[in-house]
């Protein structure tokens, strides 16, 4: 008889190198929100694949930054917590990337295995990926192995789950097998009015804000969000409700239609507006948004 194994598995890189269509492609659900935006992704968001023979934990993170406020901070937090957890990390490079002291050196010392996941193959011309690959075995010859795909496309994608299989314990399983996720309703709720904001909205507007879950009922043929977009500024406000209230209702009307899809039931959904001055740099309302690790 095969035994159990059970896991953890951080996928960590830069931003904008499609790790959360990555994640959310090994996960088979859409967990994490995506938007060609860099640094979407501001949480740890856990994914949980199991099955007779595994369950494997991956955790999605934000992108690898120097900090330059407090939020930065927390979100290099998750990654770290999520680095010291993990069984096998997958480091995502994008075809474009090239090595960054400041921000990949840490990997030379890491202990974990560590499979660079080489993404955007796609876009490769000639030997570039191969080319590619070798540069990144030069700088970092700690590395497990390397692997070339696409997220986007899904080629090579099928390779992954293999070889991390590899490197996941004899052990036995973390969570309940009908678990796909450590997250709430409410999160997801907030994460896709999120998204709606970062792929509706330019400049500086989708940095400023969060988005806050008031209330969250559920009925037998719908479900009743009520949420309140934070800003940072008064002026801020201003955009993102628009001319007579157009532009936060279209947010509101194309998450509603997301959240319909991914907790199959009717959504009825209502968006307010507030100012959180300089949230992002204040460590009472990053708590309070649920940035800072207890």
């Known amino acids: 008889m095969t035994s159990f194994k059970a896991g953890f598995v951080s996928i960590v890189g830069k931003p904008n190198v499609g790790k959360s269509t990555l994640a959310n492609k090994l996960i088979g659900e859409n967990l994490s929100i995506i938007s060609a935006k860099a640094q979407t992704t501001r949480h740890r968001i856990m994914g949980i694949l199991s099955n007779a023979d595994y369950q494997i934990v991956y955790s999605d993170t934000p992108g690898i930054l120097e900090p330059k406020y407090s939020l930065h901070e927390a979100m290099m937090t998750f990654v770290k917590v999520s680095l010291e957890d993990a069984d096998i990390i997958l480091l995502v490079v994008a075809l474009e990337d090239k090595y960054e002291p400041e921000l990949f050196d840490r990997f030379l010392t890491i202990q974990t295995p560590i499979l660079l996941v080489l993404n955007k193959i796609d876009l490769a011309k000639g030997s570039q990926a191969e080319d590619k690959a070798t540069y990144w075995k030069e700088k970092l010859p700690n590395l497990a192995d390397v692997i070339m795909l696409s997220a986007k496309t899904g080629k090579n994608t099928d390779q992954l789950l293999p070889k991390v299989l590899e490197f996941i314990p004899e052990h036995p399983p973390y969570f309940p097998d009908?678990?796909?996720?450590?997250?709430?309703?409410?999160?997801?709720?907030?994460?896709?009015?999120?998204?709606?904001?970062?792929?509706?909205?330019?400049?500086?507007?989708?940095?400023?804000?969060?988005?806050?879950?008031?209330?969250?009922?559920?009925?037998?043929?719908?479900?009743?969000?009520?949420?309140?977009?934070?800003?940072?500024?008064?002026?801020?406000?201003?955009?993102?409700?628009?001319?007579?209230?157009?532009?936060?209702?279209?947010?509101?009307?194309?998450?509603?239609?997301?959240?319909?899809?991914?907790?199959?039931?009717?959504?009825?959904?209502?968006?307010?507006?507030?100012?959180?001055?300089?949230?992002?740099?204040?460590?009472?309302?990053?708590?309070?948004?649920?940035?800072?690790?207890?």
């Open 178 to 294: 009908d678990e796909f996720t450590d997250r709430t309703e409410r999160f997801f709720a907030s994460e896709i009015i999120r998204e709606k904001i970062f792929l509706n909205y330019e400049q500086e507007i989708p940095y400023s804000c969060e988005v806050g879950i008031t209330s969250f009922k559920e009925e037998p043929d719908i479900i009743r969000i009520s949420a309140v977009i934070f800003v940072e500024r008064d002026s801020q406000k201003g955009i993102v409700i628009g001319k007579a209230g157009s532009s936060l209702k279209k947010v509101g009307t194309d998450a509603r239609k997301d959240m319909e899809a991914f907790f199959k039931k009717k959504i009825f959904l209502e968006t307010h507006v507030k100012v959180a001055g300089n949230w992002r740099k204040e460590k009472s309302k990053l708590r309070q948004f649920g940035y800072l690790l207890e």
